[in-house]
Nanobody, 125 residues
Framework: QVQLVESGGGSVQAGGSLRLSCAASGRAFSSVAVGWFRQALGKERAFVSS????????YYSDSVKGRFTISRDNAKTTVYLQMNSLKPEDTAVYYC??????????????????WGQGTQVTVSS
């Protein structure tokens, strides 16, 4: 069992940066891949990025590649999503998810087993 809590969302202007955090509890954290997903108003949830349990492998959607960076600190049981050069189209509720499947599979399936409650990111033009 893994419990996840996101934080770090907020409102920024286009071109700005935010860092989201996904704090986890549960002894299984170092064994799970973690992904970030987002859901804009009126749209389906979409994959953003994922990271393997060791942190050695990362995956990104084409829309955020080169702008977002995912990382994790297993000692702090936290995963981060550094978001730079934000665009209005990045506006969404961002969720982190964890899964015992691989990070690559999370990216392909665009889903996870354990979910946080989400944090709002709003980018104004």
């Amino acid at each position: 069992q893994v419990q996840l809590v996101e934080s770090g969302g907020g409102s920024v202007q286009a071109g700005g940066s935010l860092r989201l955090s996904c704090a986890a509890s549960g002894r299984a954290f170092s064994s799970v891949a973690v992904g970030w997903f987002r859901q804009a108003l009126g749209k389906e949830r979409a994959f953003v990025s994922s990271i393997s349990s060791s942190g050695g492998s990362t995956y990104y959607s084409d829309s955020v590649k080169g702008r977002f960076t995912i990382s994790r600190d297993n000692a702090k049981t936290t995963v981060y999503l550094q978001m730079n050069s934000l665009k209005p189209e990045d506006t969404a509720v961002y969720y982190c998810a964890a899964d015992f499947a691989t990070a690559q599979l999370m990216a392909r399936r665009a889903t996870g087993t354990y979910w946080g409650q989400g944090t709002q990111v709003t980018v104004s033009s």
